[in-house]
């Protein structure tokens, strides 16, 4: 099919270009489905009770509906689904859970992801009257969409779920909300109309659209990279969104930079590449920060420039060029003045830039970059082969990397589940994929399912602590019942350790008898509760026990869950920063 057509959807199943087509009567229910059919959704993550017309419909047309415990958790479903995919993911709630469901938008929002929250709402006349349950849902969608609307008739449903499509997958790809008329979303969906079902191909996936950078940008950016000495890519979560791996291999290899990647785009060099210097940033490794910190230009590919990656903007240091590349504008120079901005698809930008670029020789400034690297796995290295017991979550990262399928991909949560696998889990083969939370803890697990739904024949592994799997232990219920078979490791040290350093602070002159009260639960066997839900469980107490779980995990037709006994209140270590 041609890129960006329009293209309608037959009851047979078959796609066809816009005017190909006689409009058919059907109902809302029928309606509402098929549109999400003709846009490619194969999956819709939900809690009832919501539109359960357009569910009925749903299975004639073939789309999965995975039925969770929790609205967050839904949400978060959709999330991984979508980070995976490429594609829009769908989650939904009835009027009571609007609140529970924008709650997890959050994560979508911030980790730039194309979800598609549908909520029902109360009717026109039973607003503003104190309808059971009823709260507005404008206010609580406003900070984490960057689109909401409502539907209140048959006839809007085509045009503002285009317009939903579109929003989440054009631009920065974030959530979108629809809120439909019915507390249960369902007023509206009994009634007929005549409807020709189409959908727009564009905004199946996103990135939507991939425009060109300015030449002349181009040229100013190629001008200076090229009068530079000591340059270096940072790939951040735009390069991954827009696939940029290659396009950021081969303006490194043209230039001779070093490259180093925030955790949001891990992803996109192998650990052994000759060219990359590590992951960045405020959860990344001393020898990627010490690289940014004393190059002369740093190129941004499809960065949003936070303080996690800048290090509470301390790198790179004041008076370092930038060349910042990325599909919104308004990111371009937010945080440093004087930018070289090219506003531009990334992937295409870097091929631009490819080939404006001279081909250089910087031999020094390479060996000088590996020798940061060399001294920061030299030290690494001694956790990451630790013996020590009970386990240090260092050594849990080594044996995971040793394991890890080709094509696995790996759904970490946020705090140190990201900052220990971001850094210490090593990414040897290009067909392996990172994603981890934007900073909502349990996210990784929910997630996790509706990744293994976007990639059912690929491994789906969850690396979470004992914290953040408390959260959504009930899905378990759900992998189980619809067999969405992933493997998550749970670092059990019966504590919120990252909490420790600040406790400790807050402690200081005082009597510490009862600071566990803040940050320990209590001892849990997660093998045992996972086996309750009739799922495969696993205890690891020592290293050498790792590689026999997690084979036999993988070996299960059960969703399995691998509880390993770590250090309690295990510290990681800091990455160095410029003071």
């Known amino acids: 099919m041609m890129r960006g057509g329009t293209v309608s959807f037959h009851q047979a199943g078959k796609l066809k270009y816009r005017g190909e087509t006689m409009a058919e009567k059907m109902t809302g229910a029928r309606l509402f489905a098929r549109m999400l059919k003709a846009y490619g959704v194969t999956h819709v993550f939900f809690m009832d009770a919501i539109l359960r017309r357009a569910l009925a419909e749903m299975e004639d047309v073939g789309i999965r509906r995975i039925l969770g415990h929790s609205e967050k958790a839904v949400a978060y479903m959709a999330d991984g689904y979508a980070r995976v995919s490429g594609r829009p993911g ?56 960057k689109f909401s609307g409502r539907i209140d008739t048959l006839e809007q449903i085509p045009h503002l779920m285009r317009l939903a499509f579109r929003e989440a997958t054009t631009g920065t790809p974030r959530p979108v909300h629809l809120d439909i008329a019915g507390f249960t979303g369902d007023a509206i969906t009994p009634l007929e109309g005549s409807f020709d079902i189409v959908a727009d191909e564009a905004h199946m996936r996103y990135p939507a659209f991939r425009p ?26 735009g390069a991954e969104i827009s696939g940029a791996a290659d396009a950021v291999a081969k303006l490194a290899a043209r230039i001779q930079a070093p490259v180093v990647a925030t955790l949001d785009a891990k992803a996109v060099m192998v650990e052994d590449h000759p060219l990359f210097r590590g992951t960045l940033g405020s ?36 008076g370092t060029i930038i060349v910042h590349i990325d599909l919104d504008p308004v990111e371009i120079g937010r945080n440093h003045a004087g930018t070289i901005g090219i506003q531009s698809d990334v992937c295409t930008a870097l091929e631009a830039l490819t080939a404006a670029a001279a081909s250089a020789q910087r031999q020094e400034w390479l060996a000088r970059t590996r020798t940061f690297v060399e001294e920061w796995r030299a030290e690494a290295e001694k956790a990451r082969a630790s013996d020590q017991l009970p386990l240090r979550p260092e050594r849990i990262c080594r044996e995971l990397t040793e394991v890890l399928p080709q094509d696995a991909i790996l759904i970490a949560d946020t705090g140190y589940a990201a900052l220990w696998t971001g ?68 670092n059990n040290n019966h504590c919120l350790s990252q909490g420790l350093r600040n406790l ?33 469980g696993a205890t690891v107490e020592k290293p050498q026990e790792f590689r026999k779980a997690f084979e036999a995990a993988m070996a299960s037709d059960l969703p399995a869950v691998i509880d390993v006994k770590t250090e309690f209140a295990s510290q990681a270590p800091m990455a160095w920063v410029p003071s």
């Open 212 to 237: 060109a950078p300015d030449p002349a940008v181009v040229r100013k950016a190629a001008a200076a990279i090229n009068a530079s000495s000591r340059p270096v890519i940072v790939a951040d979560r």
């Open 423 to 490: 850094t210490l889990v090593y990414l040897r083969h290009p067909t392996q994929r990172y994603f981890r939370a934007a900073g909502s803890l349990g996210w990784s697990f929910p997630a996790a399912l509706g990744a293994k739904c976007a990639a059912p024949d690929r491994p789906v592994i969850c690396f979470c602590g004992d914290g953040g799997f408390y959260y959504h232990l009930p899905e378990l219920e759900t992998a189980r019942r619809r067999g969405i078979r992933t493997v998550t490791i749970v």
């Open 504 to 536: 400790n602070i807050a402690y200081q002159d005082r009597d510490h008898a009862n600071k566990g009260e803040c940050y320990e639960f209590r001892e849990t066997d997660f093998a045992r509760i996972a086996q309750s839900f009739d799922c495969f």
């Open 283 to 318: 959860y990344g490794r001393s020898c990627a920060n010490h690289v940014v910190a004393e190059a002369d230009l740093v190129i941004f590919a499809g960065s949003n420039t936070s303080d996690h990656t800048t290090a509470n903007w301390k790198m790179p240091r004041e």
């Open 90 to 145: 769908v989650c939904m709630a009835q009027s009571v859970g609007a609140a529970n469901l924008a709650s997890g938008m959050q994560d979508p929002y911030l980790g730039h992801s194309a979800v598609i929250a549908i909520t029902g709402r109360h009717v026109a006349p039973f607003q503003y009257r104190n309808a059971y349950q009823e709260v507005a849902h404008e206010p609580l969608y406003s900070a984490v969409t």
